[in-house]
Structure formats: structure tokens, C-alpha cells
């Protein structure tokens, strides 16, 4: 059910559970990752802030209308540029994350805010251009993603985390807790999820997309798919992932067999004695073909393949 005033052109909003909201990136919008916003009873928490300073201004606007307050917590689920450049956009909250992602915010955060600003200029003329090789149905959501980017000011600098915690951190209101926690790095260095345990409700930032490809190249997809083997176990009925509609632990058990996928098809190639020249040939397994960011499963098969310790050249 989506409530169209809670809405703006960065995202949607639909109500999961009493109390609870999905806040679904829009194609085009400058949101690009999606967030959870939960009314714990006198305390407003909003997951991950979405990939600009408008799209988390338009988020603590949702946040209000939903539940009467503006956010006073924001949990990053990792450092990646499209789930916390939108931090300063929900001040004063107070931003929460582990450690490492702090670290990792005020270091390579800048390094990825200063790349694109480098690279989106090009990228994002090259989106129609006669030779581009992006299908035309992904279009809007990367021309979203380059022009939200570009029309941020340039002297932002990304705002960290200014609570931290290691393992595990409850946020309990008048009405319901929230569960923020890690099992450790697997899509990226350190992957935060939150967890509604009387509902099965989890939110879980890039560790899952739904009819999206991930991005596997800041990540270990072993440690990966352990992280979502636990996480089922922790009995889910609805998952937010951090692209893609809501789905249920199914969507959790089938990003593990992606993962899985990856795997067995770049040790196939290994044994071979493929390159990776070779091994950019490889087609998407037709159970993905529907997925977007369809450009992402070929560098995902490769970082896959060194992994596995595939070499960029062909031994002989
Ligand atoms: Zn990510």
C-alpha cells in the first residue's frame, strides 16, 4: 500500500507494519537506495539515508509525516556513497553506525564523493549516446543517480557516523525495538542490518536487492552468504532490501544462490584455464537476465574469479 502525501520523486512510501514504513527509491530520483523509517514510541528511526543531502531532506520530511517526529536516529548500514550521503539532509538525528563504517565514511567515502565528481560528467552524457551499452529500461535509474550527484554542491563532504557501536545496539521506544547489528563485512568491509523481532520485519541495506544485480567488489561473497544464512535464521517474514521492492527471506535465500552462483561459475572457468578475457563473454544465468544493473554481473563473476585465484591473462 503506498501513501502517496508520505512520497516525494526520490522515493515511495508504503506502510509494512503498524509503525513501520519502506521508503522505495523512484527511478529518476535522487535517492537511489532505499530506507526503512520506524516509530519505535517517542523515538523516529530512519535506515540508511539515501544517496543525497535532498533525498535525506525529503526522508526526515516522510519520517515526520509517518510518525509525528522528526528522525531522531539515523542507522548507515555501510559506508557506500548511496546510503549515507543523505546524512546531513536529516540533521540534527543522531547518525549511528559500527566503527569501521565510520572509518571507512571519512576516508574512502571522500575518495568515492571525489571520484564521481570526476567521472559522472561523462558517464551521464554518455547514458543516450548512440553508443551506450546501458539497456534502455535502466536509463532513468542511473540518469537519477549521476544528475543527483552532480547537482550536490561540490565542497560536500560526507557527514559520518557520530555514534558507534561494534556488535549490536537496541533501540527500544514506549511501543516496539529495534535491533541494530552486525555478523561482520560481507557485501562491503562492515554491513549493518536492523531487526524488528516481534514483527520478522529486518532491514538490510546492500546485503540484499531485490530483481537487482548487487555489487559484489568491495565484498567476500563467502562471508557473504553466511551473514544471510544467519540472517534467516533469525525467522524474517518481511525484508527490506537496500534496492528493489520488499520481498521475504526467500529474496535473502535467493541473493545467497546468486552469490553462490558466482562462485561456481568463475572455479568452471578456472578450470577450464579461462581468462578473464574469456570470462567476459559470459552470458547472465537466465534466472538473472531480468535483474537490473545488469552491468554489474560481469564484474561481480570476475572479482568472483580472482577470488578463487583466476588470473587476468591465460597461464599458457
Ligand atoms: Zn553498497
Do not use: K
Given at each position: 500500500m503506498t501513501d502517496g502525501r508520505s512520497g516525494s520523486p526520490h522515493f515511495r512510501v508504503s506502510r509494512i507494519a503498524p509503525g513501520v514504513w519502506a521508503a522505495?527509491?523512484?527511478?529518476?530520483?535522487?535517492?537511489?537506495?532505499?530506507?526503512?523509517?520506524?516509530?519505535?514510541?517517542?523515538?523516529?528511526?530512519?535506515?540508511?539515508?539515501?544517496?543525497?543531502?535532498?533525498?535525506?531532506?525529503?526522508?526526515?520530511?516522510?519520517?515526520?509525516?509517518?510518525?509525528?517526529?522528526?528522525?531522531?536516529?539515523?542507522?548507515?548500514?555501510?559506508?557506500?556513497?548511496?546510503h549515507i550521503r543523505g546524512n546531513s539532509g536529516l540533521a540534527p538525528a543522531v547518525v549511528v553506525s559500527t566503527r569501521k563504517t565510520r572509518d571507512l565514511i571519512r576516508t574512502k567515502g571522500v575518495d568515492q564523493w571525489n571520484s564521481d565528481l570526476r567521472e559522472m560528467p561523462r558517464a551521464l552524457a554518455g547514458l543516450d549516446a548512440p553508443e551506450s551499452t546501458t539497456p534502455v529500461l535502466e536509463r532513468a535509474m542511473y540518469r537519477g543517480w549521476f544528475e543527483g550527484t552532480l547537482r550536490v554542491p561540490r565542497s560536500f563532504r560526507p557527514t559520518p557516523p557520530n555514534v558507534t557501536?561494534?556488535?549490536?545496539?537496541?533501540?527500544?521506544?514506549?511501543?516496539?525495538?529495534?535491533?541494530?547489528?552486525?555478523f561482520g563485512g560481507g557485501h562491503s568491509p562492515s554491513d549493518v542490518f536492523a531487526f524488528l523481532p516481534e514483527r520478522g520485519i529486518v532491514f538490510l541495506g546492500d546485503l540484499v536487492s531485490v530483481g537487482l544485480h548487487p555489487?559484489?567488489?568491495?565484498?567476500v561473497p563467502a562471508r557473504w552468504r553466511s551473514i544471510l544464512r544467519r540472517i534467516v535464521g533469525l525467522g524474517v517474514s518481511e525484508a527490506l532490501p537496500g534496492h528493489g521492492?520488499?520481498?521475504?527471506?526467500?529474496?535473502?535465500?535467493?541473493m545467497e544462490r546468486y552469490l553462490f552462483d558466482l562462485d561456481r561459475l568463475a572455479r568452471a572457468a578456472l578450470r577450464r584455464g579461462d581468462s578473464e578475457v574469456e570470462l567476459r563473454r559470459s552470458p547472465v544465468p537466465t534466472e538473472y537476465r531480468s535483474w537490473r544493473f545488469s552491468a554489474f554481473f560481469l564484474e561481480n563473476l570476475i572479482h568472483s574469479f580472482r577470488l578463487a585465484g583466476g588470473r587476468a591473462t591465460s597461464p599458457g
Open positions: 522505495i527509491a523512484r527511478d529518476g530520483g535522487y535517492g537511489l537506495c532505499n530506507a526503512g523509517i520506524v516509530d519505535l514510541g517517542g523515538t523516529t528511526v530512519v535506515f540508511d539515508s539515501m544517496l543525497t543531502p535532498t533525498a535525506g531532506m525529503a526522508l526526515r520530511l516522510a519520517a515526520r509525516r509517518c510518525t509525528g517526529r522528526a528522525p531522531d536516529v539515523v542507522v548507515n548500514s555501510h559506508w557506500h556513497g548511496d557501536f561494534d556488535r549490536e545496539l537496541t533501540l527500544a521506544g514506549t511501543r516496539q525495538e529495534l535491533e541494530v547489528r552486525t555489487s559484489t567488489g568491495d565484498g521492492p520488499v520481498g521475504s527471506a526467500d529474496d535473502i535465500r535467493r
